[in-house]
């Protein structure tokens, strides 16, 4: 396996991911990388290209935490049709809900 591959595959399982998730997520990251020409924008003498994959593959990672976090609109919450007649005009105009 290549070298930066082992590294990057280090990462990910320390920050707590399974064998086959670690796998999948650095797969994921390198195809990322490559898709969409990251490596377009380095400059040489900027710094060393392995700082500049950790922090890139961090970024990910972090990126791929919230996406998996994340809830749609509403989510948790309870419906309510608003052709129910619980809906009521208030104070402040329509909106109110009536409780059950």
Known sequence: MPRLLVSALRVVRRQG???AD???LTQTFFAQLLEKNYLGSIQQ???R???FLLT???HFLTDEWDR??????GGG???VSL???RCVQGAYGWGAILPV
Do not use: S, T, W
């Open 49 to 51: 290209f392995r700082y």
């Open 77 to 79: 919450q309870k419906i």
């Open 83 to 85: 052709d129910d007649g």
């Open 17 to 19: 991911h399974n064998p």
């Open 68 to 73: 998996v976090r994340a809830q749609k609109r």
């Open 56 to 58: 890139a593959l961090k």
């Open 45 to 47: 003498g900027r710094g």
């Open 22 to 24: 670690a796998c999948d």
